[in-house]
C-alpha cells in the first residue's frame, strides 16, 4: 500500500505540472473575475499545504520557504500580499523535488501516529499516511482549479 499511495503522489503531481506548461509569469498571476486566487497562488499553495501535512504533522520540519504561509496558506490570496512571491520557475523546482522528499522520508513511516492530528470536517487525520492521502484529494482540486482559470484567462 506504502508504494501505491507514492505511486499516486507522483500520478498527481505530474498532472498538476503538466497543467501549467506554456503558463507565462503573466498568466500565472491573472484572477478570473468571481475568485479570490491565481495559478501561483495555487501552485504554492499545493506545495506548503504538502508540507504542512507531510512534514509538520509527522514533526518533521517543513521546508518553507520564506513568505511561503504569508502568501500561500489557507486563507490567504494575492490581493493582500506585500511582497513579490516566488517565481514559477522557483515554485515547479520546488514541487519537482517536493515528492521525492516525501517518499525518501516516510517510505516506511505511513503508519506513523501525527504528531499534530487534525480533523476536517467528518474526517480526523491521525497518521502520516492519511495525511498523505488526503493531500493527494487536495492537490486534484487544486489541479482542477488551475485548468478551469487556464481556460478562463485564454
Do not use: C
Request: charged residues 20%.
Amino acid at each position: 500500500m506504502n508504494e501505491a499511495i507514492f505511486n499516486q503522489l507522483d500520478f498527481a503531481r505530474g498532472a498538476t505540472l503538466k497543467s501549467i506548461e506554456n503558463v507565462t509569469e503573466q498568466e500565472a498571476d491573472i484572477i478570473p473575475e468571481g475568485f479570490a486566487n491565481s495559478i501561483r497562488w495555487n501552485l504554492g499553495h499545493i506545495y506548503t499545504v504538502h508540507e504542512q501535512f507531510a512534514f509538520a504533522t509527522a514533526g518533521e520540519l517543513p521546508r518553507l520557504p520564506e513568505g511561503f504561509e504569508a502568501w500561500f496558506a489557507t486563507g490567504t490570496k494575492p490581493a493582500d500580499w506585500t511582497s513579490k512571491p516566488p517565481a514559477l520557475s522557483e515554485l515547479v523546482e520546488l514541487l519537482q523535488e517536493q515528492t521525492t522528499r516525501i517518499r525518501e522520508t516516510f517510505s516506511n513511516r505511513l503508519d506513523q501516529a501525527s504528531a499534530h492530528p487534525l480533523t476536517i470536517g467528518p474526517l480526523t487525520f491521525q497518521t502520516v499516511g492519511e495525511f498523505l492521502v488526503f493531500s493527494l484529494y487536495h492537490e486534484g482540486m487544486h489541479t482542477q482549479t488551475i485548468k478551469a482559470y487556464r481556460k478562463l484567462i485564454k
